[in-house]
């Protein structure tokens, strides 16, 4: 809490773009204030007084005779609907800032998670199987893991069923039941990576991206108070 | 009280305030006498002096005070014919209200 000169001297400070002599006479008046209140009041006065901030808005508002304008004196002390209107427009232009803030990250969150399937595309394209166990793959993989499953797992047991029925020339019965066991196993694992895949992509990641930008909005939102305050 | 107040009501508690003095009176001692009347916050004060200064109806001088300086406030001819224009509107205000109130039948 600041004392009677060190709130003065803010006050001072905060009026030092109005005329020399209004200052003056402004800041006479809260000297005596303080003087006639007495040096046991002081903290009272200065807690009624509000800030010098507020103090200094009210006086400046009384020079430019624009005091008057929409006060009203209730029990709650004196209020100016100006001033209220200024609060209000203020709180609700933070509150659209935070929201367009909050879009804008969703927005750059998705393009780079976009951007990485495109890639995986690309790779897969240029016929590297590996790539597809990469970690560039990683979020657009489950779905491509499940499809070359299936297509294995349909290769594998038409294949199978060839070794078992005397299509082809090689005949083997164990090695067709193998095959159609693989071609079963590999569906069961499509199966397992098709459930993966709806999961990651209708719960999880609609979770992380509001996560994520839900977390760098306040880290921001926490400098941006911060550097308010100082 | 459920009632706002109005400046001009303000303006006229103020002058009153200041004209009960032969001797005039200062900023805080106004501050405390319009404060136990109505609620109004210590800053607002000093806008509505200024101003009254300003439309002369008051005017100020200083004086020796244990050894500092003291500005009174002092009401004008001026300010007291305003205070008697304020007066003479309340009562008017109030009149009316206080007819509506008690339920006496307008024959106008």
Redesign the interface.
């Known amino acids: 809490m600041m004392n009677k000169d060190e709130y003065l001297k803010e006050l001072e400070k905060l009026l030092s773009d109005i005329d020399e002599q209004d200052r003056n006479?402004?800041l006479?008046?809260?000297r005596?204030?303080f003087?006639?209140?007495g040096i046991e009041n002081e903290k009272e006065?200065i807690e009624?007084?509000?800030t010098p901030y507020?103090?200094s808005q009210?006086?400046k508002?009384?020079?430019k005779?624009q005091?008057?304008e929409n006060?009203?004196?209730?029990?709650?002390?004196?209020k100016s609907q100006k001033y209220e209107d200024k609060n209000e427009v203020l709180k609700a232009k933070k509150k659209k800032e935070r929201m367009d803030k909050r879009d804008k990250f969703i927005f750059i969150i998705l393009l780079i998670i976009l951007c990485v399937p495109l890639s995986a595309i690309l790779h897969t394209f240029s016929g590297v199987i590996g790539v597809i166990f990469s970690i560039l793959t990683f979020f657009f993989g489950f779905w491509i893991i499940t499809f070359l499953f299936y297509i294995c797992a349909a290769m594998s047991i038409s294949y199978g069923v060839s070794l078992i029925f005397p299509f082809s020339t090689i005949i083997s019965v164990g090695g067709g039941f193998i095959y159609i066991g693989i071609g079963f196993i590999l569906i069961a694992l499509g199966y397992v990576f098709g459930k993966i895949s709806k999961w990651f992509f209708k719960e999880f990641l609609p979770k992380m991206f509001r996560w994520i930008a839900d977390k760098m909005n306040s880290l921001l939102n926490r400098r941006l108070e911060h550097e308010n305050n100082v | 009280?459920?009632?706002?107040?109005?400046?001009a009501?303000?303006d006229a508690v103020v002058l009153s305030v200041v004209s009960r003095d032969e001797k005039g009176t200062?900023?805080?001692?106004i501050?405390q006498e319009v404060q136990s009347v109505?609620?109004?916050?210590?800053?607002?004060l000093?806008?509505?002096?200024?101003?009254l200064l300003k439309d002369q109806c008051l005017e100020t001088y200083d004086e020796q005070f244990q050894g500092?300086?003291?500005?009174y406030y002092k009401i004008t001819n001026s300010g007291l014919a305003q205070l008697a224009i304020y007066k003479q509107e309340w009562y008017e205000y109030t009149r009316k209200i206080n007819t509506l109130f008690e339920g006496v039948v307008n024959d106008e």
């Open positions: 006479e402004a006479e008046y809260y005596n204030y003087e006639d209140a006065v009624t007084l509000g507020t103090l009210t006086i508002d009384g020079l005779e005091f008057d006060i009203e004196i209730g029990d709650e002390g004196i | 009280m459920v009632f706002n107040t109005g400046a009501l303000l200062y900023g805080y001692k501050t109505i609620s109004v916050s210590e800053s607002t000093y806008p509505v002096l200024r101003r500092r300086n003291r500005r």
